[in-house]
């Protein structure tokens, strides 16, 4: 093998190289971006079930008993932090002190997109209990 030809053998192999580093970065950069925008719409479905959960009978508890949600305006409060944080995503009272949050988003990919994957969709849930605590005790 001549001096030519061993150059253009390394040549190859960089440019081989080079072609799949660039593949394994930019698939490691969309897959982290998919799983925090996963981890986000998580979050997202936390914070509306919190923000539902707000919405309680007051009355009740101030009477010591156990505090309800108020459907309509739980629905109401969690569809509105949904919406401001540009998401969608459902409400389902599930019970008197229980309810569940389901979010829908999407990722686009930066790197992938270029091979023509799109947009992902990423989904978060929630689950919330309201319970009265009274001196760090569930009553």
Same mark, same amino acid.
């Given at each position: 093998? +001549?001096?030519? *030809?061993?150059?253009? %053998?390394?040549?190859?192999? %960089? =440019?081989?190289?080079?072609?799949?580093?660039?593949?394994?970065?930019?698939?490691? %950069?969309?897959? /982290?971006?998919?799983?925090?925008?996963?981890?986000?719409?998580?979050?997202?479905?936390?914070?509306?079930?919190?923000?539902?959960?707000?919405?309680?009978?007051? =009355?009740?508890?101030?009477?010591?008993?156990?505090? *309800?949600? !108020?459907?309509?305006?739980?629905?109401?409060?969690?569809?509105? $932090?949904? =919406?401001?944080?540009?998401?969608?995503?459902? %409400?389902?009272? /599930?019970?008197?002190?229980?309810?569940?949050?389901?979010? +829908?988003?999407? $990722?686009?990919?930066?790197?992938?997109?270029?091979?023509?994957?799109?947009?992902?969709?990423?989904?978060?849930?929630?689950?919330? !209990?309201? +319970?009265?605590?009274?001196?760090? =005790?569930?009553?």
């Amino acid at each position: 093998m +001549t001096r030519d *030809e061993r150059g253009a %053998v390394v040549t190859v192999w %960089v =440019a081989l190289l080079m072609t799949v580093l660039v593949a394994v970065i930019g698939i490691s %950069v969309d897959l /982290t971006g998919q799983v925090n925008a996963q981890q986000r719409a998580h979050d997202l479905a936390q914070q509306a079930g919190r923000a539902a959960a707000n919405q309680s009978r007051v =009355a009740l508890a101030m009477q010591g008993h156990t505090p *309800e949600i !108020d459907p309509a305006a739980a629905q109401v409060a969690a569809a509105d $932090y949904l =919406a401001a944080a540009g998401v969608t995503g459902t %409400v389902t009272i /599930t019970g008197p002190t229980t309810l569940t949050i389901h979010v +829908t988003t999407s $990722y686009q990919p930066h790197f992938l997109a270029g091979f023509g994957v799109g947009a992902k969709a990423v989904t978060g849930d929630a689950a919330v !209990d309201l +319970t009265r605590v009274v001196n760090g =005790a569930p009553r």
